[in-house]
């Protein structure tokens, strides 16, 4: 029903940036909520940020200040700009998109489903 593409991953140096992009495709009529989440080798997955369809947003502690996250409502796209990235930003991005409203039998109806694109890896060393 929902497709997530990311993009935007790749090497940076100690307090370089990034930009991830997350586009959502597929038969649905509106994403609530889009948001980032990474996993390190040996971790659980975490939250790092999302962001509702009227712009409200929610930041992990360990990225207040430094990322940016945003969304194109009409391309259905979700950033997340990453700056003065540190060593232990390195890990797998996935992007999460959850309530979707889709027409279904010319009714809208509403799903909790989380949504998950493949992950984009970003390294952060020197």
């Known amino acids: 029903q929902v497709q997530l593409v990311e993009s935007g991953g790749g090497l940076v140096q100690p307090g370089g940036s990034l930009r991830l992009s997350c586009a959502a495709s597929?038969?649905?009529?509106?994403?609530?909520?889009m948001g980032w989440y990474r996993q390190a080798p040996g971790r659980q997955r975490e939250l790092v940020a999302t962001v509702t369809i009227d712009g409200s947003t929610n930041y992990a502690d360990s990225v207040k200040g430094r990322f940016t996250i945003s969304r194109d409502n009409a391309k259905n796209t979700v950033y997340l700009q990453m700056n003065s990235l540190k060593v232990e930003d390195t890990a797998v991005y996935y992007c999460?998109?959850?309530?979707?409203?889709?027409?279904?039998?010319?009714?809208?109806?509403?799903?909790?489903?989380?949504?998950w694109g493949s992950g984009t890896l970003v390294t952060v060393s020197s």
């Open positions: 597929g038969s649905f009529f509106s994403i609530n909520v």
């Open positions: 999460n998109a959850n309530g979707i409203r889709a027409y279904s039998g010319g009714t809208l109806h509403y799903s909790g489903m989380d949504y």
